[in-house]
């Protein structure tokens, strides 16, 4: 069975949207290289935006060094404005991988051990946070084998036949009265079905649980953790939680399958998911992500569970090899109204970053489908 990681937020079908423009923007190569890339690309992305679902998608390539940026459609449904590279997109669970390097980074700095049981850094005790006296380690957090549940509050009844434009309204509304200390207080409450470690779970929960440690191993709330750390360094400016004025200009519009304005994705946990940027920021990611010469990307890249031949996860990264024997290292995102893709092929030096400002049951497939497409096109299937 196929497996892949789940979306932040899981939406159902609904009404489908009208045919969206295609535009070609932005490309800073040379022109030669514009004429072979912009053709893969284009022809990829025609299939992507002909879904009467999609609205606006931005593209970028990272590939021996060259930048290609790309951009179709709209940032809003009807507003015929083209996304540029410096159009905003919520991120969704691609935040996961800054919050794992986050990790990976305290691990060289020596301030945590991935085997450290997560009770360490947690007040109070925490019996329930083991299985027949194997406890949660802050690896299993980040490579989805903690057996925590999906979110906290654990309310999986909410998704067994969610409805696409209640369920984001639903969600807000208890994430709006939600605080730290109810957090800690449901994860009092889980009870772990597995010994942490053995078995694949995806959970949002997790990823914010080791927000929350980080935030206390460093005295630095997260957002402010991954500037200093992350963005600041590599010069991504674009890439925060909370947004000026002028960047919220930026911001495109989320939208749900039916073509109506989305709710934007809540942001008072943002370890699992609230990190928005444009792909012009991704670009300098990817190029950072590519350079495994560091010693804390190296660690990140690093299987954690799974079998790389087949399916397997590092830092929050999930990976495989290709049949020529590359490895393939990807993670993708889904919010309320906002789907996005990135991939990795490091022996190639070849990365890349799909944003898009739709989201339904079936947006992330598609953008790993058109990921594919190109990579197909660029040799590097």
């Known amino acids: 069975m196929k497996l892949r990681l789940a979306v932040l937020l899981l939406v159902v079908s609904a009404v489908a949207l009208q045919n969206q423009p295609i535009n070609i923007v932005s490309a800073r190569v040379t022109t030669e290289q ?22 606006g998608l931005s593209v970028g390539i990272v590939k021996d060094g060259n930048i290609y940026t790309y951009n179709y459609g709209e940032v809003e449904k009807g507003k015929k404005e083209i996304p540029t590279k410096h159009t905003i997109y919520e991120l969704a669970s691609i935040t996961k991988t800054f919050t794992a390097l986050l990790l990976a980074q305290a691990v060289i700095e020596q301030k945590v051990k991935l085997d450290d049981d997560v009770r360490k850094y947690l007040d109070g005790d925490y019996p329930n946070l083991e299985f027949e006296g194997q406890p949660i380690k802050l690896v ?98 674009e890439t925060k939680i909370t947004l000026s004025s002028s960047e919220k200009k ?9 073509g109506s304005v989305s709710l934007y994705g809540t942001t008072k946990f943002p370890a699992a998911g609230a990190l928005r940027s444009s792909v012009a920021d991704m670009l300098e990611y990817i190029k950072f992500q590519l350079n495994e010469n560091n010693e804390a990307i190296k660690l990140s890249h690093q299987t954690t569970w799974g079998d790389v031949k087949i399916y397997a996860s590092g830092l929050n990264w999930q990976m495989n090899t290709s049949p020529g024997g590359r490895r393939r ?24 970053v799909l944003l898009s400002n739709e989201s339904d049951r079936n947006s992330q497939d598609r953008l790993s489908t058109l990921a594919n497409q190109i990579l197909a096109g660029l040799g590097a299937k």
Request: aromatic share 10%.
């Open 140 to 237: 299993h957090l980040i490579n989805h084998t903690s057996r925590l549940p999906f979110m906290l509050p654990d309310r999986s009844e909410l998704f067994q036949n969610p409805d696409p434009i209640e369920l984001p309204k639903r969600l807000t509304e208890i994430d709006r009265d939600y605080t730290r200390g109810d957090f800690y207080r449901d994860l009092h409450r889980v009870k772990l079905d597995k010994i942490p470690g053995t078995d694949f779970k995806y959970s949002n929960a997790a990823a914010q649980l080791l927000g929350f440690i980080l935030e206390r191993v460093y005295q630095m709330p997260y957002e402010k953790l991954v500037a200093k750390k992350i963005t600041d360094p590599l010069k991504m400016s």
């Open 250 to 258: 930026r911001l495109a519009k989320g939208h749900y399958e039916n």
């Open 34 to 55: 514009v004429n072979d890339e912009a053709s893969i690309v284009g022809r990829a992305a025609e299939n992507f935006m002909s879904d009467k679902r999609a609205i």
């Open 329 to 352: 290292i990807w993670q993708s995102g889904g919010s309320f109204g906002f789907s996005s893709h990135c991939i990795l092929l490091p022996e190639l030096r070849l990365g890349i």
